[in-house]
């Protein structure tokens, strides 16, 4: 899954490409260079980032979705708002990314009236103050218990299993050391019956371990996604596409050597 932020504020490519024929012609190399998804967000969810009003994410949203209607391949809308989510779905768009879960008013009943795919993300908090004090009882418990709400609850919504894909949301109220553990044990996250998402290009706890700033992670976010794939996450949320699918086709081809 290749990243397009249609913002002025993203950590990892803010303002690279809010001009909509920008944020369109990166898509587009993203599908050249391999993307199997395209994740498309109008709203920076970083650390410390303010919400931008509806009207605003639709504004930012709705021309690139327009352009990009002949894209290749599916379009995923990284939201949290049900209104969002629905035009979002009439522009064209196949799935649905929310770091809320679809915990918003009137969210799980937008996605359970369309036939789209939805990730399903755990955070901690809100994204103003969620890496103030982040605690958990046990981390991988915790994220493990509430995925698991939230699959029960878009099941009941009438989502069916095979539509519904699930995160463990690295860096979204979490200490270097919960995403560290939730790396090293996310094959424990299989239990949730559904593919697991990572999303790992470029965040701040691959800049505490190597000291590198944002454009200076390609290479522990590469070692972060074999160590997610490995685990078996089904699909790796990127910046860096070219780059990930070497280092994949790497592991896959000395997964199915044969011996
Ligand atoms: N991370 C970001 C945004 N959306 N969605 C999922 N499912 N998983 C993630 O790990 C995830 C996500 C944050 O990264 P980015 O979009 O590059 O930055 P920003 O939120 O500042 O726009």
């Known amino acids: 899954m290749g990243v397009v932020n249609v913002t002025p504020d993203s950590f990892s490519d803010g303002g690279q490409f809010l001009d909509h024929r920008r944020a369109v012609a990166q898509a587009q190399r993203l599908v050249e260079t391999g993307a199997a998804i395209v994740d498309i967000g109008a709203e920076s969810t970083r650390p410390g980032a303010a919400p931008v009003s509806e009207d605003e994410e639709l504004r930012r949203l709705l021309p690139v979705l327009e352009d990009l209607s002949a894209l290749a391949v599916p379009i995923s809308v990284d939201t949290r708002r049900a209104g969002v989510m629905r035009a979002a779905l ?41 890496q103030h004090a982040p605690a958990y009882r046990d981390v991988v418990a915790d994220v493990k218990a509430f995925l698991a709400e939230r699959i029960a609850a878009a099941r009941h919504a009438g989502i069916a299993r095979e539509r519904i894909v699930a995160d463990v949301g690295f860096g979204f109220g979490k200490t270097e050391v919960h995403n ?49 794939v490995q685990a078996g996450a089904k699909i790796l949320r990127v910046h860096d596409l070219q780059e990930t699918r070497d280092a994949l086709a790497v592991w896959d081809a000395v997964k199915n050597e044969p011996s």
């Not at 770091?99 to 103003?128: E, F, N, R, W």
Request: include cysteine.
């Open 90 to 130: 009439a522009g064209g768009a196949s799935m649905i990314n929310d770091i809320d879960a679809l915990t918003a008013p009137g969210a799980l009943a937008v996605v359970a009236a369309s036939d789209c795919a939805v990730c399903l993300m755990h955070k901690q908090g809100v994204p103003a103050t969620m």
């Open 180 to 228: 560290l553990t939730l790396l090293r044990r996310l094959a424990e996250f299989a239990e949730l019956g559904v593919p697991l998402l990572a999303g790992l290009s470029r965040k701040s706890t691959l800049g505490r371990i190597t000291g590198r700033s944002v454009d200076g992670r390609l290479a522990a976010g590469l070692a972060a996604a074999l160590l997610a």
